[in-house]
């Protein structure tokens, strides 16, 4: 049995996506970052850098239990422990390898930084904001280019798709209208969106989304001096 500590952000989607792509069972425990829980000690000692999401899985590596953080990490475990979503031939098995680094170096760390300096940050920083807005953007086309050709990222299905799409599909925090000028991407988007599996992972936690304000407590939580006081 895996359980899944997570909370219904983009990192924590990937996981719960691949969870129901698998069909592994599962149990999921909400991680409330906006209040603090990833702060707690329970929680730090699966995942020391206390983010989400984090696993622990009972039958693990030698039938032991075997907890993993980093969201990358755990789509790859998942993918060797099922042997799903990751190809066996070195060439497509790098192709994948790829893709989901381009997410886990650029994509999420950018598009984080555009949707902060957008939407989160106590001040306006025009050039915080066109800085990440652009590299977002460019990072849409170089994706976009890419579908060109190929039906998904690594040309098939796999963990690359699952790391990048949940992600790419809240488009609007990251620019106006981006998908009027990435056709391919938009493709993708709606292809993706469309598998019962997704539309699964993607509600798992779904009644905590917030679209009010970030109260103070929750500013502090996420982004405040308390991230820099754990040992």
């Not at 039906?151 to 699952?162: H, K, Q, V």
């Amino acid at each position: 049995m895996i359980d899944l500590y997570s909370w219904p952000t983009p990192n924590g989607f990937k996981v719960s996506i691949m969870l129901e792509e698998t069909g592994l069972p599962y149990n999921v425990h909400a991680i409330n970052i906006l209040s603090g829980d990833q702060f707690k000690p329970d929680f730090l000692k699966i995942s020391p850098n206390n983010r989400i999401p984090a696993i622990v899985d009972s039958e693990g590596l030698g039938g032991n239990e075997y907890s993993l953080f980093e969201s990358g990490a755990i789509l790859l475990y998942l993918a060797e422990k099922t042997d799903q979503f990751m190809p066996a031939t070195p060439r497509a098995y790098y192709d994948v390898i790829q893709w989901l680094m381009f997410q886990m170096g650029g994509v999420g760390p950018m598009f984080g930084q555009a949707n902060h300096f957008r939407k989160y940050a106590p001040d306006k920083i025009d050039y915080a904001v066109e800085r990440y807005s652009k590299e977002a953007e460019r990072l849409y086309g170089v994706m976009d280019r890419q579908l060109a050709d190929d039906e998904f990222l690594a040309g098939f299905y796999s963990i690359a798709d699952m790391a990048c799409f949940p992600w790419v599909r809240s488009y609007e925090k990251y620019g106006d209208n981006l998908l009027e000028k990435y056709p391919n991407l938009k493709r993708w988007i709606d292809t993706i969106e469309a598998r019962p599996a997704v539309q699964a992972g993607l509600a798992v936690l779904s009644e905590h989304i917030s679209t009010g304000p970030i109260t103070d407590e929750a500013r502090e939580n996420f982004f405040g001096a308390k991230q820099f006081q754990q040992k």
